[in-house]
């Protein structure tokens, strides 16, 4: 068991460091020019640009400012900003270049609100998908199973923008009838009922993967031997679903849980800025504005943990479960 776990952490520290390396060389060697966008139009020139490139850093070796951004993330950095030196600990993931600030305040500000959106769509999704999902199978066959089946597979089919585009519109701008989010600052009721538009179409439409899911995995578990000697014996219906049924089901329902909820903290952007939640994904989506390629490449940085993390601790877990997982 030991064996197998150091191998999976050796494997998602390989996919980290390769990542690391792959988007540095990606947005640091690329066509696009930082300074530029900083270069104000009616006083730019060659010089200027020059001067701005040389106190970013830019005009050094790629290899040179690659030793020095992995450096920062084991012992941290200085950097200059407007004449004044900001210290970064570690893990440094370097400084913003139209903010000044550290792209780890710029970021680790902002992920609670991230969390706290992708929880509430987890709750969400879990009830409405699992519920469905088991009705469907129940219902096998009849009017009732079509009706749900086809109408997440319709709700699933149809673009999420446009639906978060709609429920936005209606639901928060003109009919009023969820608020809009706000800060934590404003006191954590209104900050909580913010997050309930925005987590509740996120949840809605991702609760249509899980009724699929559900479904199959309770048919398949329904039909086995021993939900049969169950019923035979006379145990009530709920008992055997509940039981038997839902329980044996939901291991696999688990393990994309897991990943899930991982997707969901890197994957918010859409989300974030159509209902204006100051989260990772909405600063990301304007550092692609600005060409502000620290913060990029921070929030891809962060994607890439968070997401090898969850693989690891799937893993993991399911190797608990299933002893054959250590031995492939």
């Known amino acids: 068991m030991l064996t197998f776990i150091l191998r999976r952490v050796g494997l998602a520290i390989s996919v980290i460091l390769a ?16 300074a530029q966008s900083l270069c104000p139009e009616n006083r730019c020139n060659a010089e200027r640009l020059q001067a701005i490139r040389v106190n970013l850093g830019l005009d050094r070796p790629l290899t040179v400012q690659f030793v020095e951004y992995f450096k920062g993330l084991f012992v941290g950095r200085d950097f200059e900003f407007a004449g004044a030196t900001n210290h970064c600990g570690a893990p440094c993931l370097g400084f913003s270049y139209h903010t000044g600030r550290s792209v780890n305040d710029e970021l680790f500000s902002r992920f609670p609100n991230t969390v706290v959106l992708a929880l509430m769509a987890a709750v969400i999704f879990l009830i409405v998908g699992v519920t469905i999902g088991i009705v469907a199978a129940v219902r096998r066959g009849t009017a009732t199973d079509r009706i749900l089946i086809g109408g997440s597979q319709v709700f699933g089919a149809i673009p999420y923008y446009i639906l978060a585009l709609l429920f936005a519109l209606y639901m928060v701008t003109f009919w009023r009838v969820l608020p809009q989010y706000s800060s934590f600052s404003e006191g954590p009721g209104v900050y909580f009922a913010g997050m309930i538009a925005p987590a509740f179409i996120l949840g809605l439409v991702t609760s249509t993967s899980y ?81 502000d390629l620290p913060v990029i490449m921070g929030t891809v940085l962060m994607a890439a943990v968070i997401v090898v993390l969850a693989n690891l601790i799937v893993d993991i877990g399911y190797s608990f479960i299933d002893p054959r997982v250590r031995l492939a």
Do not use: C, W
Not at 22 to 29: D, I, K, N, R, W
């Open 211 to 291: 009724t699929r899911y559900t479904r199959n995995s309770m048919i398949e578990t329904l039909s086995m031997d021993y939900v049969r000697t169950a019923r035979s014996k006379g145990i009530s219906e709920r008992r055997v679903l509940v039981n038997h049924g839902l329980r044996a089901a939901m291991g696999p329902i688990v393990t994309i849980l897991g990943l899930d909820i991982a997707a969901l903290l890197t994957g918010t952007l859409i989300t974030e800025k159509i209902f204006e939640v100051d989260g990772i994904g909405r600063r990301a989506l304007q550092a692609l504005f600005d060409d």
């Open 19 to 34: 990542t690391l390396v792959a988007t540095f060389v990606v947005f640091f060697a690329g066509p696009s020019d930082p």
